[in-house]
């Protein structure tokens, strides 16, 4: 019986302290905005130190004129997303989030391609261990 009320303490003390302990993270967020029409391709990296880290990528666009491609790829290698964005009578917008999701250790990639664009775009990248 104490080796009962023994192990079902140690099992409460457990609980409490591994719900006590604070949840570390990690945020990237990088914003730019093309003011005068732009022409180029920026690739951003994102690493991923472990298998099954939990990520959440947002990613938002706004294109006034000419056009913007974005490509999302996930830490396997994998296209998450695939978009264009081009001119259209009113400014065209674009918001996307993963949710949270486990990531296998790698590098996500976010590629952006301007062409004549005059806009925006922003992405948060979240790790969560």
Do not use: C
Request: glycine share 6%.
């Amino acid at each position: 019986m104490r080796r009962t009320l023994k192990a079902a303490a140690l099992v409460a003390l457990l609980a409490a302290a591994a719900a006590a302990a604070p949840e570390r993270s990690s945020e990237t967020v990088e914003s730019h905005t093309f003011d005068h029409q732009t022409t180029g391709k920026k690739k951003h990296e994102l690493p991923v130190p472990g298998d099954g880290t939990r990520v959440r990528m947002r990613v938002k666009a706004t294109v006034r004129e000419g056009e913007i491609k974005i490509v999302v790829r996930n830490a396997a290698g994998q296209v998450w997303q695939d978009a264009r964005l081009g001119p259209s009578k009113k400014p065209t917008k674009y918001d996307v989030d993963t949710g949270e999701m486990r990531s296998p250790a790698g590098v996500w990639t976010v590629e952006i391609e301007a062409t004549e664009a005059v806009g925006s775009y922003e992405f948060a990248f979240k790790q969560y261990k």
